[in-house]
């Protein structure tokens, strides 16, 4: 949980930071990161994995939650392996300082160029398809080979938005079971690839432990049928998936149950199969630094609508959190200025980009708001930075890793200057 509390200005404090001070101080609207909250999550996962699994574990961040170069210092320095998804994940968890055997790079389509920055980089690739496959094949060479694991599709359903569903068969993501002895018997031919491992992905925002249970049997019955084909299988990687609280009515399970599940299930699958234990991989984004985040906002102007609604408008939306918009999903609010002040109202907060699906919540209970009010959105951490957008040409916010009463600017406020930087205007267009 948060690291949070009201100062005696009645304020909402984060890493023992004033959520105005740091307003003042960096700008709205702001990402305030809690350094506390987000090791203490890396270090439940691992000391999980570690207590769980009798075998050889590794915890990765999925850093497409929140790609920069302090998080992804920070997840390295906590031990953590890291998962990049692009040539530009892969850039910044380089300069980060992250060891490349450290590095897993996925994605459904790596254009050749990402494909041999990693294959120069040395990471770990994980191949999603034929087509990734058969590049490799041809960008590699006894001296530059590639180390390898292979995505499946296990197959496996969960509850979750539609959008963020990834492990059922009809997914753009990983080889279709029907396609992979093929794949396994292409590779034997390959000496410049040795594939060392297995993953599979289910989905996000998952609060069932069921389809990480199904999924350890999946995963072991192809390991078997790999190492027939005499492929040196020893990693499985199980994806990630956990979901965290965004309001009151979420209950996901813990690190630790979660990571319980997994290891028991694991280790159940290989009992059965009669196999020795690969190593364990998962690799977590959201349950990582989902609720470590909270974003401040001013609020601006105000509407009441008589006998319908009252609007209350902040100075950012669906620019730099577009997850209302794109999944319906749903935050709560803090009155970070008058943390104790009543509740007395029901308030729509809304984004102030220019279209009316731009609501960061509906119904919000809120006390009196007057313009200059700040308010803090919890649990920003994932897929708000990371999927942030300059629609409107509104720059994006500045982002604050909190801890102690210290805040350190890790992520720059843009410009104006950057909004055009870009731009070229042909000279006949030259005023
Ligand atoms: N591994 C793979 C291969 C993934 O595709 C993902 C997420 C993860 C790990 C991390 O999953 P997590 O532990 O964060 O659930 N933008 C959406 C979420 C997209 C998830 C994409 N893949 C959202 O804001 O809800």
Not at 139 to 165: F, M, N, Q, V
């Amino acid at each position: 949980p948060l690291s949070a509390r009201v100062n005696r200005q009645d304020h909402l404090e984060v890493g023992d930071c004033d959520v105005l001070d740091l307003v003042q101080e960096f700008g709205s609207p702001l990402y305030i990161l809690d350094e506390f909250t987000l090791r203490t999550a890396c270090q439940q996962y691992r000391q999980a994995f570690k207590q769980f699994y009798p075998g050889d574990s590794l915890v990765m961040y999925a850093s497409k939650a929140w790609n920069c170069l302090a998080v992804c210092a920070i997840a390295n320095q906590e031990g953590l392996a890291i998962d990049v998804v692009s040539g530009g994940e892969l850039l910044t968890a380089l300069k980060a300082g992250v060891s490349s055997d450290k590095i897993y790079f996925h994605g459904n389509n790596k254009s050749r160029s990402e494909l041999q920055q990693g294959i120069e980089a040395g990471c770990r690739i994980v191949v999603d398809n034929w087509h990734e496959l058969r590049t490799l094949g041809i960008l590699t060479t006894p001296d530059t080979p590639a180390t390898i694991l292979l995505r499946l599709t296990p197959g496996i359903e969960c509850h979750t938005h539609e959008y963020i569903k990834t492990g059922h068969i009809d997914s753009k993501f990983g080889f279709d079971p029907d396609q992979l002895e093929e794949v396994f018997a292409y590779i034997t031919q390959q000496t410049a690839l040795t594939c060392i491992g297995l993953h599979a992905h289910i989905g996000s925002q998952i609060f069932e432990l069921q389809p990480h249970k199904d999924l350890s049997a999946v995963l072991v019955t192809w390991m078997e049928t790999a190492k027939r084909y005499g492929l040196p299988i020893s990693e499985l990687d199980v994806g990630g998936g956990l979901g965290i609280r965004y309001i009151e009515a979420d209950d996901p399970p813990s690190i630790i149950d979660w990571a319980k599940v997994v290891c028991d299930h694991m280790v159940k699958a290989c009992q059965a199969a009669n196999v020795s234990l690969p190593r364990l991989i998962c690799e977590p984004g959201r349950s990582l630094i989902g609720s470590a985040c909270v974003t401040a906002y001013t609020i601006g102007s105000q509407k009441t609508v008589p006998g319908i609604r009252t609007y209350a408008s902040v100075d950012g939306g669906m620019s730099d959190n577009p997850r209302p918009i794109t999944y319906q999903s749903i935050y709560r609010v803090l009155a970070a200025s008058k943390m104790s002040a009543p509740l007395s109202e029901t308030i729509t907060l809304a984004g102030k980009h220019c279209e009316s699906g731009d609501v960061v919540i509906h119904d919000a209970q809120l006390p009196v708001l007057e313009s200059g009010d700040i308010v803090a959105i919890p649990a920003t951490g994932a897929y708000n930075y990371s999927m942030a957008s300059n629609y409107n040409r509104v720059p994006r916010p500045a982002a604050v890793l909190v801890n102690n009463g210290q805040a350190s600017l890790i992520v720059e406020r843009e410009t104006d200057a950057d909004l055009i930087r870009y731009d070229r205007l042909p000279s006949y267009l030259k005023v």
